[in-house]
Nanobody, 124 residues
Framework: QVQLVESGGGLVQAGASLRLTCTASGRTFSGYGMGWFRQAPGKERELVAAINWSGSRTTAAESVEGRFTISRDNTKNTLYLQMNSLNLEDTAVYYC?????????????????WGPGTQVTVST
């Protein structure tokens, strides 16, 4: 079993920055790929960014490319998402998830453990 807990969400103005944190416990964190997803009201859950087990490979959705950065610290069992230049379309519940293996994965089906999510709201 894996337990994931996100933190760092909140209400910010457009143009601001936030850093989300996901702390993992219950399994060897460093052996698995990780991802950040988000779900806005009335929309499907979508990939924001993903990272492989070592942090050497990352990918991000086109909508956040150049603004969001995913990273991990395997010594702290922690995943991060640095979000800059936030806009209204970034408003959503953000989830971290751990993948089934150590690679870089972009599909929801490749993730088997999820955190409860943290709300990010961007206002004008």
């Amino acid at each position: 079993q894996v337990q994931l807990v996100e933190s760092g969400g909140g209400l910010v103005q457009a143009g601001a920055s936030l850093r989300l944190t996901c702390t993992a416990s219950g399994r060897t964190f460093s052996g698995y790929g990780m991802g950040w997803f988000r779900q806005a009201p009335g929309k499907e859950r979508e990939l924001v960014a993903a990272i492989n087990w070592s942090g050497s490979r990352t990918t991000a959705a086109e909508s956040v490319e150049g603004r969001f950065t995913i990273s991990r610290d395997n010594t702290k069992n922690t995943l991060y998402l640095q979000m800059n230049s936030l806009n209204l379309e970034d408003t959503a519940v953000y989830y971290c998830a751990t993948a089934v293996l150590g690679g870089l994965y972009t599909r929801l089906v490749d993730y088997n453990y999820w955190g409860p999510g943290t709300q990010v709201t961007v206002s004008t």
